[in-house]
C-alpha cells in the first residue's frame, strides 16, 4: 500500500473491479481504457479513474490500464495475495456449496468442516474432512485458522462465536440470521450476510416496478 | 404505504428492523422504545425515529413502538404479505441450501426446480420437483411465476436470464458470478449476491485489523 488513506466506499468497489479484472484477464486482454471499462461495469469513466487513482499511476494517458498490473495491486489491497486457511462450520447444503466454491483462488483455503450431526462423521466432502463439532476447540489448539464461516442455525450461531473466539478466531464470516457483531470483541472482524435481506429487497423492487 | 417517497438508504435498512421486530414477537415484546431498540441494533435512537416516522406515527411519546404494528407495516412496505412465487434453476448444494431456507415465512414459495443434470430428473428436493432445464420454457407457459432464482455456473446465466425474461419473468436473485442486470430489459428487477465480493471485505478487513 502507499499509505493514503483509501475511503470505504472504494474498499467497497475493490471487489467488483477485482472481479471484472479478473474476467478481462480469462479473456486475454492485457489493457483497457477507462472508458471500456465504464462501459463494461456500468460506471462512469470518471468514477473509475477516481477510484483506482487511489493506487497510484496505473493508468496511462493513450495507454490505459494494465490489466494484470491492476488486477494484482487491487488483489494485494483486499489482502488476497496471501493464503488464508478457512473452516466451515454446519455441514448442510449451504456449507458444501460453499466448500464447492472455489475461494482457493482468491487465497482462501477451506481445511476442515465441523457439523453436530454424528450422520457426518469421518466423512470428507470435496476432500475436505468433516469432524464432529466437540472436536473444534481441540483442533484449533493445533491448526492456525484465520476465517470460520458459519452455516449453522441462527440460534447457535452466538454460542458458537463464542467459542470460536476463545480459541483464537479472528475472522468470522457469518450465515446465520443474525448480527455477529454486536456482541463480539473489537479485535474480531465479522462479515454478516443475510440472505433473506436480498430476497426483501428484491421483492421491494419489483413491488416498485409494478406501481410504476 | 402514505405517499410519501421513501428514500433509498431508508429502504435498505427496513429488512434489518423488520429482522429485529420478528425476533422481539418471538420473544414475546409487544411494545419497544426507540432507546431500547438502539441498543439491541447498535443504531442511534434517532435514526431510528427518523426512519420509522417515514411509516406514520407508529411510535407514541411514553409508549415507544407496538411492535407487531410496526412489523406489519414495513413488511406491506417490503411487499412482504402477499405471496410471490419462486423456481430455483440449479440443483446444486446451492439450490438446494436455498429450497431448505424457509423463505415462504416472508412470502416467497419456491415451487419448482430446474437442473440439466439428469440424475435429479424426477426428484423432490423438500417437497419441491425437480424438472429438466428443457421443460422450463413449457413450465413458465402454464405458471404465474414472479421470481427466478439463479445458482449455477456464470457461463450460463446470462444466457438463462434471457429465457426467463422471454417467458415473462420479472425478478431474478441471482447467485452466479456475473452482474446480470446490465443486460436486462428496464423492466426486470435483479438482485445479484456475489459471496466472493463478501468474503473479499472481510479479508481486507481481516488486513487491516492486523495492520492496527
Redesign the interface.
Known amino acids: 500500500m502507499n499509505g493514503k488513506e483509501i475511503s470505504k466506499a472504494v ?2 468497489r ?3 473491479y ?2 471484472y479484472l479478473g474476467d478481462l484477464i480469462n479473456q486475454g486482454v492485457e489493457r483497457i481504457s477507462s472508458g471500456d471499462l465504464s462501459e463494461q ?2 460506471v462512469t469513466a470518471s468514477q473509475i479513474r477516481q477510484d483506482l487513482n487511489n493506487f497510484g499511476g496505473f493508468g496511462q494517458q493513450g495507454y490505459g490500464y494494465n490489466v494484470k498490473n491492476l488486477y494484482e495491486e487491487i488483489g494485494k ?4 495475495d496471501r493464503e ?1 486457511t478457512m473452516i466451515i462450520i454446519g455441514a ?3 456449507g ?3 466448500a ?2 472455489n ?1 482457493a483462488k ?3 483455503k477451506t481445511v476442515a468442516m465441523f457439523d453436530n450431526n454424528p450422520k457426518f462423521k469421518g466423512s470428507v466432502i470435496r476432500g475436505i474432512p468433516v469432524y464432529m463439532i466437540e472436536d473444534l476447540p481441540e483442533y484449533l489448539k493445533s491448526h492456525r485458522i ?2 470460520a464461516t458459519l452455516t449453522l442455525p441462527k440460534d447457535y450461531a452466538a454460542e458458537m462465536a463464542t467459542i470460536l473466539v476463545e480459541n483464537g478466531i ?2 468470522i ?1 457469518n450465515f446465520a ?1 443474525t ?1 455477529l457483531d ?1 456482541h463480539l470483541p473489537e ?1 474480531v ?1 465479522v ?1 454478516n ?15 416498485q ?1 409494478q406501481e410504476d
Open positions: 474498499i467497497r475493490l471487489p467488483r477485482y472481479r461495469m456500468q489491497i483486499l489482502g488476497l488464508h448442510g447444503n449451504l458444501q456449496a460453499l464447492n466454491y475461494f482468491n487465497g482462501f484465520d476465517v479472528k475472522g464470516w440470521h448480527d454486536l479485535d472482524v462479515e450476510v443475510h440472505l433473506s435481506e436480498s430476497l426483501m429487497q428484491l421483492s421491494y423492487n419489483l413491488e416496478k
